[in-house]
């Protein structure tokens, strides 16, 4: 079971815009476009700048990122839109983490 979450989170996406509205149709955009999960909550870095991570595989992640910041980049200033393929796992320890949810499934 631990080989099967590390290999569904092969890369990692980051996405930074000017503003709230424009992140969040971003992300929808993203999530919709690929098999990709939210890393966590959308993060107000200051100054009016927002980001955002996305964890799957990378090609995957690739075409999230893109279809995310195509969209955000039609309604606002997007910052920084990159993709690190394969991160080493200490990156883990600057990623968000999901909260567990409390449903059950």
């Given at each position: 079971a631990t080989k099967r979450k590390t290999m569904a989170k092969q890369a990692?996406?980051?996405?930074?815009?000017?503003?709230?509205?424009?992140?969040?149709?971003g992300i929808d955009a993203a999530l919709k476009a690929a098999?990709?999960?939210l890393a966590g909550p959308m993060k107000n870095v200051g100054s009016g700048l927002c980001n955002?991570?996305?964890?799957?595989?990378?090609a995957a992640?690739?075409?999230?990122?893109?279809a995310g910041a195509d969209t955000a980049a039609?309604?606002?200033d997007v910052v920084?839109?990159?993709?690190?393929?394969?991160?080493d796992e200490a990156i883990q320890q600057?990623?968000?983490a999901k909260k567990a949810s409390g449903?059950?499934?």
């Open positions: 990692v996406g980051l996405l930074e815009t000017r503003g709230l509205c424009c992140l969040v149709s098999n990709v999960e955002a991570v996305l964890t799957g595989d990378v992640v690739k075409a999230a990122i893109d039609g309604l606002g920084s839109a990159h993709v690190i393929a394969r991160p600057v990623i968000p449903r059950s499934k």
